[in-house]
């Protein structure tokens, strides 16, 4: 199976049903495991990231990003050229991020009046990077934590995934869709790529380096024998020298 046959698999809707609604006989209470807003933003905060804790350490997840690497064969970086097995790359979402993924499942649901839970929202989620309707990038994780201080950018070439879809498919904030926007606008020309793969600034090739030992041996070896020439010389001068006072 190529990237091109992750095909879209539409789903069934959640039921809703009040199976899940925790409530005791003779109590006014009770407890929904479904809700459909939030009380304020830091509430809908810790909901995003925990579906994103949630989704990142799922075995799901884990067969996404291994499927990348192993079958689809997208196993170095797409900066340097280094392979995974030589050092440590990852699989950066991009130009919109794991973040802005769940907050757009979410909002979704809440405009359209529906209950949702974490695992509602990580289904979604995961089922979207199944079905190939995510950006992603490899790179280095040295690079990966360069990008996210805000060092270096991303040219949109080198995103896989139809990053689109979220783009088209929900709604976004329009201050985070602007940024996304300015993200995609950055491409390979606007970048310059000074080192790559075994080509880092002052690594010199490894046959030029013992070139370079050898030659310095040779002019030592050369000095030390113009230095001891130099010692006969003034040692039979002395002698000469003696001789002739004597």
């Known amino acids: 199976m190529s990237e091109s ?4 698999v539409e789903l069934p809707p959640l ?3 009040n199976k899940n609604v925790f409530k005791i006989d003779n109590s006014p209470f009770e407890l929904s495991l479904r809700i459909n807003t939030f009380n304020d933003d830091k509430d809908e905060i810790k909901f995003i990231k925990a579906v994103e804790k949630m989704v990142r ?15 689809l064969g997208q196993n170095k970086c797409e900066f340097t050229g280094e392979l995974k097995s030589e050092t440590s790359v990852d699989v950066h979402h991009h130009p919109i991020c794991l973040y802005t993924i769940v907050k757009a499942l979410i909002d979704d649901k809440i405009k359209k009046h529906e209950y949702f839970c ?27 934590e360069k990008y ?15 990053y689109k879809y979220i783009l088209t498919h929900y709604e976004i904030d329009k201050e985070e869709y602007n940024r996304i926007l300015l993200l995609c606008s950055v491409h390979k020309d606007d970048i ?3 080192w790559s793969k075994n080509n ?21 070896v050369k000095e030390q024998e113009q230095i001891a020439n130099n010692q006969e010389e003034i040692t039979d001068e ?3 020298n003696i001789m002739s006072v004597a």
């Open 5 to 8: 046959e992750l095909t879209d």
């Open 15 to 17: 039921e809703e049903d």
């Open 57 to 71: 350490f799922s075995p799901e997840y884990r067969l996404w990003v291994d499927y990348i690497v192993d079958t």
């Open 118 to 144: 974490t695992y509602d929202i990580a289904r979604e989620t995961i089922e979207l990077h199944f079905q190939n309707k995510v950006g992603y990038v490899l790179m280095l994780s040295s690079l990966h």
């Open 148 to 162: 996210h201080n805000g060092f270096m950018q991303i040219p949109v070439e080198f995103v896989s995934g139809d």
């Open 192 to 194: 310059v790529q000074s």
């Open 200 to 220: 880092y600034p002052g690594l010199k090739d490894q046959s030029t380096e013992v070139k370079q030992i050898e030659n310095n041996q040779t002019v030592l």
């Open 238 to 240: 002395k002698i000469l």
